[in-house]
């Protein structure tokens, strides 16, 4: 089983459309969770951390829940230039310094 | 403020080969990560440093020498390059203070081994 998992999609919404996308983790003792958006061939960039209590910013939503070990990110409102891959990533446990990356939810947004 | 800068952008090399892939960050951040992509996947991590002096290994060291060169720099060494290594490599930075772990890339190297 993979440390982080991650539903690969793609999703394929239409412009305006509220789209969710959860990750897994197996290790309980992780401390740190990210979502991280990459287009194609370009490097990750943060989106946002996520915190315990839940967070957003602006049209994203990021939510944990410790006791089933998952993240979850939820856009509203989607655009077109909201379409890329979107990376789940999960630090802690032992080595506080060593990332986990799942392999990524594509999302193609159309108009 | 460059960031996270990376050399080479393209790189084409036989088997056999070796090469050093170089990484600097001017954001006065402790740890630098590098890890490689390869298509379809998510990343990987080969190595990191969580601070200066210190390197420890990731996922898929094999095959792979790095050099946490000082606080800015952080280079990933190629001895003896085979095809399986074919692959986008990316360095990362983050803070271990303020906002911990927030990793910020460099544009990547792409990497194509014959």
């Known amino acids: 089983r993979k440390e982080v998992e991650q539903d690969p999609g793609p999703f394929n919404v239409p412009e305006g459309a509220t789209v969710a996308f959860n990750c897994t983790y197996s290790?309980?003792?992780?401390?740190?969770f990210f979502w991280y958006r990459q287009d194609c061939r370009k490097e990750p960039k943060l989106l946002m951390s996520?915190?315990?209590s839940g967070n957003e910013d602006g049209r994203f939503t990021a939510q944990l829940n410790r006791a089933s070990q998952y993240i979850s990110l939820l856009i509203r409102d989607s655009k077109l230039s909201d379409s890329a891959t979107y990376l789940c990533v999960v630090n802690g446990g032992t080595n506080a310094g060593k990332s986990t990356f799942g392999d990524g939810t594509t999302l193609t947004v159309k108009p | 403020n460059a960031g996270v800068t990376q050399t080479p952008k393209f790189q084409v090399l036989k088997t056999g080969q070796s090469m050093t892939l170089q990484c600097a960050q001017d954001m006065n951040h402790n740890s630098m990560y590098w890890y490689r992509q390869d298509p379809g996947m998510g990343l990987r991590l080969i190595y990191y440093?969580?601070?200066?002096?210190?390197?420890d290994k990731g996922e898929v060291p094999n095959g792979y020498n790095v050099s946490r060169l000082n606080k800015r720099e952080f280079s990933l060494r190629l001895e003896s390059a085979a095809p399986s290594q074919t692959s986008v490599y990316f360095c990362a930075s983050s803070s271990q203070t303020g906002a911990p772990y927030e990793q910020y890339f460099g544009p990547g190297t792409r990497l194509t081994v014959t």
């Open positions: 440093s969580a601070s200066e002096g210190t390197t």
């Open positions: 996520v915190y315990s």
């Open positions: 290790n309980s003792a992780s401390q740190s």
